[in-house]
């Protein structure tokens, strides 16, 4: 969604093309991101023309301040929808920054590498509005990823597993 | 003016921006160089949004206020004590993502 399509996108402006092909998850209700996301690709595409890239979508997880009890039952289902698009990509790594849309399919990459079908490097990159304290995406993904960004050192005083690169968007 | 779809051009034209506690507009602001006043709505309180603005302000990169003291703000202001904001360096990620896959 929004801002942490932008953030992410910022974050992939330096990779090199060894990151490819690109496989975007969007949540069904986002309706902005995907026109950023291809303007980021064309753009990509200007310079390295063998540039390829996917768009797929899967049901939005939890809604702003749902309840507890609900948020835990759609995700639920989203990670069991998100698992058959996770199997199908097998990615390397995966790259997310906060958005709900991407515990499910992190968890699924997760689940998928404890049935050792497919070992997925997970790096998470906490949003540049947490200063000083973590999303809710980020508080769960912090055990279950495999290198955890944030871009405030308050954040890596308070979890010394992350990583503190300084500000990277 | 609802709901433009980039604010990028009016930024550009600006002198002074001032705007809510939005962690894209903060950012947005900051990095074309204008100088900015944050205004906070006590009602709305949604903490996550303010960390970024209190440390933007600890940072000397805005100006804070809330609606209440926003023309005293306005009339006492020294927009040249704002600090300059520095871009963030996302070259520094792919670096470490680089070491992460062994490319580097």
Redesign the interface.
């Known amino acids: 969604t929004?801002?942490h399509t932008?953030e992410i996108l910022?974050?992939l402006?330096?990779?090199?093309e060894?990151?490819s092909p690109r496989h975007y998850v969007l949540a069904d209700s986002d309706k902005m991101s995907e026109a950023k996301i291809r303007s980021f690709e064309q753009k990509r595409a200007k310079t390295y023309s063998k540039s390829q890239f996917t768009l797929d979508r899967i049901p939005r997880s939890r809604e702003v301040r749902q309840s507890w009890i609900s948020s835990v039952v759609t995700t639920l289902y989203s990670i069991l929808y998100s698992l058959p698009l996770t199997y199908k990509r097998k990615p390397?790594?995966i790259l997310c920054n906060g958005p709900g849309t991407c515990v499910p399919v992190c968890l699924s990459a997760f689940l998928l590498g404890l049935l050792r079908i497919k070992r997925t490097?997970i790096?998470y990159?906490e949003?540049?509005?947490?200063?000083?304290?973590l999303?809710l995406s980020g508080k769960i993904l912090y055990y279950f990823s495999d290198?955890f960004?944030v871009?405030?050192p308050d954040l890596k005083k308070k979890y010394p597993k992350s990583?503190y690169?300084?500000?990277?968007? | 003016f609802r709901f433009k779809d980039s604010l990028a051009e009016d930024l550009q034209s600006a002198d002074l921006v001032i705007s809510h506690a939005g962690?894209?507009s903060c950012?947005e602001t900051l990095e074309k160089g204008k100088p900015l006043i944050v205004v906070i709505n006590d009602k709305l309180m949604d903490?996550?949004?303010l960390?970024?603005a209190?440390?933007l302000h600890r940072d000397g990169c805005v100006l804070y206020c809330n609606c209440s003291n926003l023309v005293e703000t306005l009339q006492s202001m020294d927009l040249s004590a704002l600090k300059p904001f520095?871009p963030?360096?996302?070259?520094?990620?792919?670096s470490?993502?680089?070491k992460?896959?062994g490319?580097q």
Do not use: M
């Open positions: 929004g801002g932008t910022r974050l402006s330096c990779l090199s060894s990151y390397d790594l490097i790096v990159v949003s540049i509005c947490r200063v000083e304290t999303s290198y960004i871009q405030w990583v690169l300084g500000r990277i968007v | 962690a894209g950012l903490n996550h949004q960390e970024l209190k440390q520095p963030g360096q996302p070259e520094k990620f792919a470490f993502l680089d992460v896959f490319l």
